[in-house]
Structures are given as C-alpha cells and as structure tokens.
C-alpha cells in the first residue's frame, strides 16, 4: 500500500525553526519527484519546495528561498523540509506528495503529483 506520513509540524514562535518529516511506505521515494505543500484557510494549495528524483535537483519557493531547505535520506526512505527563521505568514497545512508522472526533475504545481500525505499543521505565532 503506497503511503505518505507527514509529521514535525507545531506551534512555533517567529523566528523559530521546525523540521518536518515525509515519510513513505509501499514505494521508493528516491524514484520519484517530491514536492512539499501548504495550504493556508481561505488559500490555493501552494509549492513550497520540491526534490528531483535523478540528480536531486532542488527548487524553491521565492517566499522560502533562503529559509527552507528540503533534503531526501534514502537509506529512511524520507524526505525533509528544514524550515528556519519562521514567519507568520508561513503558518499552514503542509503536505508532501509524490509524482509517480514525472520523471526526473519537479514542479512546483501541484498537479503532477499522484500520492499524497494527510499533511502536518504548522503554526507560526508569538
């Protein structure tokens, strides 16, 4: 069964850092693209940041450029997303997802992406 596990969301204070976690079973991560999502209430689903799946090409947000930085350990089967010096307007869902259609490099619309996880809350509030 082919599944996605997000943890390390929370509440933080500004400025603050989290590491979130994306986790998967039934399949091998490295194989595919990966991308990390958020959704704030009242908002579009955005691409925060996303991890090839042949060269580990990374891409970034222009909001999160600088101050998130995604990783992928193989041997764990997972996938990071380093989030320091958080701000209010960071506080959403994130999602991390996987694009079994593409091969190769990532997007950042959320489109492509097959396999979802059920997404982790991050709260940036003083």
């Known amino acids: 069964q082919v599944q996605l596990v997000e943890s390390g969301g929370g509440l933080v ?7 979130l976690s994306c986790a998967a079973s039934g399949f091998t991560l490295a194989h595919y693209p990966i991308g990390w ?6 908002k579009e689903r955005e691409g925060v940041s996303c991890i090839g799946s042949r060269d580990g090409s ?8 600088g101050h998130f930085t ?3 350990d ?8 380093q989030m320091n010096n958080l701000k209010p307007e960071d ?3 994130y999602y991390c997802a996987a694009a ?5 490099l990532c997007v950042l619309s959320p489109s492509p992406y097959t396999y ?3 997404g982790t809350q991050v709260t940036v509030s003083s």
């Open 13 to 19: 204070q500004p400025g603050g850092s989290l590491r």
């Open 116 to 118: 979802w996880g059920q």
């Open 74 to 81: 193989n041997a764990k089967n997972t996938v990071y997303l």
């Open 37 to 42: 999502f958020r959704q704030a209430p009242g």
């Open 70 to 72: 995604i990783s992928r």
């Open 58 to 65: 990374t891409y970034y947000a222009d909001s999160v450029k």
């Open 91 to 93: 506080t959403a869902v």
């Open 100 to 104: 079994k259609g593409l091969v190769g």
